[in-house]
């Protein structure tokens, strides 16, 4: 399944609480209303459903004996069944549980049960930016800048590690209570071995596939700064910027880097635009280019953004 629609194609939002007795009769099957971890001793019960993914089901939990908050993966057994499958599982944990970032989804626990391997993260209770661009159509440049500048402190910190991520889209980037940005979903994830820059072989479709990958020449560092082109276009217009009505078309247009460039952006978010969708990788700008560029240095970047602005635009002073 590929997705070039930068909606993620998937998952409707959870509505309501997932432990009442009226919704989806699979989810009270599947998933108890209090969870336990015989391990640790450690309780949770199951609160409103966040999310779905390919495999989990994600919901808000607490601890039983500090009430704190938790974003539960849940991962049904019967899902992961195949060697290879609970495998990229298994490596998305591990890779998951060393990051420690202001702007990366905290990893705090996992564990399993007879049925379900749970995967304990920080709450992102405002779900993510795909989300808010479905309810806003498209963002203010002051507001990409806020975004983006905590995006790239995420991304810099995982680049540094020699993590590339593979999969940066705003189905991904999430949003806590305070509006703070936390990078997330480590399925694509992987550390770029010493000696080898470049992986050739990914398991699964980045939403936002860069030239080179099309063309099999590898997937570097530079992969992730053309989704993030990808990412702030679409922040900027509401759209992904090689849309088309087919995979095969949007394929074309990819490696034409045939894009429309909005007209009333103001010049530093072109030229940002244009540095990021570059078709040689070699010329790309990198990181430290767009934590640099006059966009996020010479333009006004929000501190704050009130959570209204999940839903309507802010206003600025
Ligand atoms: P999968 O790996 O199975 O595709 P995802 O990681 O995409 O699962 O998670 C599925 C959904 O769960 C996400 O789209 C999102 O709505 C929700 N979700 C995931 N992680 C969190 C989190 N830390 N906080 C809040 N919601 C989350």
Redesign the pocket.
Known sequence: KVHVDGNDGK?KDGSGSGNNNGGSKKVQVEVPATIADSESGRTYNRLRL???????K?FELRDTSTNVLF?G?VIPKTRVAKPAQREKIDREVALHRTLLHRHV?AFHHSFEDEQNIYII?????R??LANIIRHRKSLTEPEVRYYLRQVAEGVRYLHRLQIVHRDLKL?NF?LTENMDVKI??F?LATNVEEGEEKRRTICGTPNYIAPEVLQKKGHGFAADMWAMGCAIYTMLTGKPPFETATLKDTYARILDVQYVMPPRLVTSSKALLRALLCKDPLQRLTLDGVIEHGFLTKEFVPTRLPPTACTVEPKFP
């Open positions: 998952k966040l999310g779905r993914g390919g495999f989990a994600c974003a993966k989804v993260l920080e709450n992102c209770n779900k993510c189905g999430f997330g979903d399925g």
